[in-house]
């Protein structure tokens, strides 16, 4: 398979490139030129896999001469081999929903999945290549913990974590921190997710500096990520399926990275109905797919941290689909963006979104209500991103089978749980350990100089 750039169509990149860089150097995300098609009759054969299974049927055409399939076979069982399922996700059901459970791997949340994989990719792609890399990566909680979890004690490879100094949950931070491995490092930013990012980005566009220290990127536009998330759609999918009902699921959002996943299965022929784009009060998103309008506003702090975002950067890899894979509009349309902040979307773009999306936006109040409902009805500990997935249902009457993701456990989010419920979210056993361990990270003020200074001390 060969990849373009949504922003240049003209040069073909390999699976490799794709991997390693990230973004590509016009600014745009990575995309196949071609993808894969399953029929309905290939779908149905993938239900008797197990997970393990299927994610090798649906990862390794997108890799091509990357690895052999037998390679790819092995880093898979490994990757998997830490989740506490057999089948790396869980299912409950609650009333008419289906809540598919995505945060049995190592650090809780459902980033473990496509970070575990990518972790061994580094490790393959190193080993063969002979060099040193490092990865830094901003976060406000989730992606770290799991990036670091995925690349820790591995060789040829650093991972530097920038998270806002105070502003992530304490378990969030101790699963980040409390690791005793010599390529981790931490670095609390004095700032909010917006500065780490921004951080992260310049230092990026510092084409010396990011070249001098060998730079790469794990953030959510990675199309490694969206690969690995693809497969939990077609697993799910095929066991809830009422074979004569529709099937729709309902996404927690931030970066448009976990829904893009489901779109992508479904461009590959899993006939999903509907995805409902879920968000919090950080609505971009859904005033984007409600109203045509995506228009940046200030980022608020809310219970579910990991989708305060304020720009939705995989959303690019759907506005280049609607401008029917122009690059040259898309190029246009990105750097409006950037510039006024804003990108209006007409009736007949909206309309193809909607055969495929819907959005649903909930206030703090409602994901507190959801947290507290659920809990009331079924005994279930509901997480805040989780809730808002939930609730997004109760805004569309839609018929078949449900899915909600569920992709934070809740014990990464104790303050919320308990100002809804009063009930304290317990870690699960194998991770209460990392309670009182000691945290390692160095705290450094939100200044570019002094970051990369930082950064470079610590990567000869
Ligand atoms: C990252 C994250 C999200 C948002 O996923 P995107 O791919 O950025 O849309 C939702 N919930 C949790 C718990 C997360 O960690």
Not at 5 to 30: M, N, P, Q, Y
Not at 117 to 132: D, H, I, P, R, T
Request: glycine share 6%; with cysteine.
């Amino acid at each position: 398979m060969k990849y373009v750039s949504t922003r240049d169509t003209s040069k073909t990149f390999e699976f490799k490139d794709v991997f390693i860089k990230g973004l590509a150097d016009d600014g745009g995300l990575f995309i196949p030129e071609k993808l894969t098609k399953y029929n309905e009759n290939e779908v149905k054969d993938f239900k008797k896999l197990s997970y393990s299974e299927l994610a090798k049927k649906i990862v390794y055409p997108f890799i091509g001469n990357f690895m052999s399939q037998a390679e790819l076979s092995g880093i898979i069982d490994k990757s998997y081999s830490a989740f506490r399922r057999d089948n790396v996700v869980d299912f409950i059901k609650l009333g008419d929903r289906t809540v598919l459970e995505l945060f049995h791997g190592p650090t809780l949340a459902f980033k473990d999945i496509a970070m575990q994989l990518l972790g061994n990719f580094y490790e393959y792609y190193l080993n063969n290549e002979n060099q040193k890399i490092n990865i830094v990566v901003a976060t406000s909680g989730d992606t770290g913990a799991a990036a670091i979890d995925a690349i820790k004690g591995k060789t040829n490879v650093n991972i530097f974590v920038l998270h806002p100094d105070n502003r992530v949950s304490p378990v969030q931070r101790k699963l980040m921190t409390t690791g005793k491995d010599e390529n981790v490092f931490n670095i609390a930013i004095k700032g909010n997710f917006d500065d780490c990012q921004n951080l992260v980005k310049s230092m990026f566009a510092d084409k010396k500096f990011s070249a001098d220290i060998k730079m790469s990127g794990v953030n959510s536009i990675n199309w490694a990520r969206i690969i690995a998330q693809s497969v939990y759609y077609f697993y799910s999918y095929l066991l809830v399926e009422n074979a004569s009902e529709p099937t729709n699921f309902s996404v927690p959002t931030g970066n448009f990275g976990d829904v893009y996943a489901g779109y992508l299965a479904k461009k590959m022929g899993l006939p999903i109905d509907k995805l409902i784009v879920a968000t919090n009060q950080n609505d971009i998103l859904h005033r984007a797919i409600s109203k045509g309008s995506y228009e940046a506003e200030k980022v608020s702090e809310t219970i579910s941290p990991s989708m305060d975002i304020q720009i939705a950067s995989n959303f690019e890899r759907l506005i280049f689909d609607l401008n029917n894979g122009d690059d040259q509009q898309t190029s246009l349309d990105m750097k409006n963006i950037k510039e006024k902040g804003q990108y209006l979307i007409n009736e007949d773009k909206l309309n193809k979104i909607n055969e495929n999306f819907l959005s649903a936006r909930m206030s703090e109040n409602e994901t507190l209500e959801v947290i507290k409902n659920v809990y009331k009805k079924f005994a279930v500990v509901l997480d805040p991103h989780t809730a808002i997935g939930y609730g997004a249902f109760d805004k569309h009457n839609l018929k078949g089978n449900n899915i909600v993701l569920a992709t934070a456990h809740p014990c990464k989010f104790p303050g919320a749980i308990e100002s809804a419920i009063n009930v304290k979210a317990e870690l699960p056993n194998e991770l209460t350990f990392i309670l009182d361990q000691k945290e390692n990270y160095d705290i450094v003020e939100n200044d570019i100089e002094k970051v990369k200074q930082h950064i470079k001390d610590r990567t000869q």
